[in-house]
């Protein structure tokens, strides 16, 4: 079974751009679908993109135009590129890996494997 952990958060001022790195270990990313999650103080856990083991992407609708999720299998991770920040993205984000697929991706309860997190902070 596949383990990640995310790494690339910090400070950023509004209207800069972020990139998340999932790095995996233990068996490759590439057979796995591969999640981004975050969760802002005091809200629950949201999905935020998602990248199909076969390429397909998904992503919501407060990223959707801003953010890009990518994998380079070479290095084993998945990225997630987020630009435009705004303040309210404000959270810990998540990576998580699941041998599944399709819309199941952007459920939280398909993916069995999650990382620790990395926070990603927004001033304005």
């Known amino acids: 079974q596949v383990q990640v952990v995310e790494s690339g958060g910090g400070l950023v001022q509004a209207g800069a751009s972020v990139r998340l790195t999932c790095a995996g270990s233990?068996?490759?990313?590439?057979?796995?679908?591969v999640g981004w999650f975050r969760q802002g103080p005091g809200k629950e856990r949201e999905f935020v993109a998602a990248?199909?083991?076969?390429?397909?992407?998904y992503y919501a609708d407060s990223v959707k135009g801003r953010s890009f999720i990518s994998r380079d299998n070479a290095k084993n991770a998945v990225y997630l590129n987020l630009s435009s920040l705004k303040p309210e993205d404000t959270a810990v984000y998540y990576c998580?890996?699941?041998?599944?697929?399709?819309?199941?991706?952007?459920?939280?309860?398909?993916?069995?494997?999650w990382g620790q997190g990395t926070q990603v902070t927004v001033s304005s």
């Open positions: 998580a890996a699941a041998k599944t697929w399709g819309p199941l991706l952007t459920k939280r309860t398909s993916y069995p494997t």
């Open positions: 233990g068996d490759t990313l590439n057979d796995y679908g």
């Open positions: 990248l199909n083991w076969a390429g397909g992407e």
